[in-house]
């Protein structure tokens, strides 16, 4: 049950947080499994259980081509799934105070590498593969600081919507997967985004990179495959609704007046 045994993955952003995890659980479920990333990823690649590592910058269009083209011929066959995983985080400035430099900056990375993802991984992928993309719970609801990253991250499901439309005549599933607060390189302990996380998830607390591959191995594997164009929150409930930290806060505030 849900083995990818016998199957290809490349994983942009692969060689840190979750897409090294999801790397590793697909590797460990029996999938040939290809990193892509900025930095040289060869011990990553040993490490996670990937066979390869391949470096691209995935804000350029010509080398998340050139990369998945190379992952294909790394792996002698065409792709089962592709993850794109690749990108930056934004928190901080209001809209008031954000520039369109650093717009760009986020939407080069956080979208525009999913949108070449979903251009060329189509041309090495299988009939009946699957596309999983990052996106984001903060594109599922309006956070003050957040615009630049969260609207990056709402364009990523649209996207995967939209592909998921035009992609299903070959029989190949486009989803995203829609993380809140993990722990990660780009989510280390001393994070000022951690305390809010831990009091506004009703789970009370930051998930792991362990809680979230689940959903990227489900996504993968042959059980989902009537499940397409739908992005899943694995959040520890933060969209379900306001969490009882945050109403006990707001009571112990207007409680002291």
């Known amino acids: 049950m849900f ?11 692969g060689t840190s947080g979750i897409g090294e995890a999801v790397a590793a659980r697909f590797a460990a479920a029996g999938a040939r499994v290809v990193i892509i990333g900025r930095r040289d990823g060869r011990d990553i690649a040993r490490r996670s259980g990937a066979i390869a590592a391949i470096r691209a910058d995935c804000a350029s269009e010509d080398q998340v081509a050139r990369a998945l083209n190379e992952a294909r011929d790394v792996l002698g066959q065409e792709l089962d799934v592709l993850v794109n995983n690749a990108g930056v985080e934004n928190t901080g400035p209001m809209i008031a105070d954000a520039t369109a430099t650093e717009l760009q900056r986020v939407f080069d990375i956080n979208t525009f590498a999913v949108f070449y993802g979903l251009k060329y991984g189509p041309l090495v992928l299988k009939d009946g ?13 309006g956070i003050p600081g957040y615009s630049q990253y969260s609207a990056s991250k709402a364009a990523v499901i649209s996207l995967t919507r939209s592909a998921a439309v035009e992609l299903a005549p ?27 996380a831990m009091q506004m998830c009703p789970l ?18 042959a059980e989902s495959r009537y499940i397409t164009g739908q992005a899943l929150a694995v959040d520890g409930g933060i969209v379900a609704g306001v969490s009882l930290g945050t109403l006990e806060a707001v009571a112990t505030k207007a409680a002291a007046g």
């Open 3 to 13: 083995s990818l045994s016998g199957m290809t993955a490349a994983i942009t952003g």
């Open 129 to 141: 593969g699957s596309i999983i993309n990052t996106a984001s719970v903060a594109a599922l609801m």
């Open 170 to 196: 070959r029989g190949i599933r486009v989803n995203a997967v829609c993380p809140g607060s993990v722990f990660t390189p780009m989510l280390p302990p001393d994070h000022p985004e951690v305390p809010l």
């Open 204 to 221: 009370g607390r930051v998930g792991t990179t362990d809680e979230v591959v689940g959903a990227y191995h489900f996504l993968a594997a």
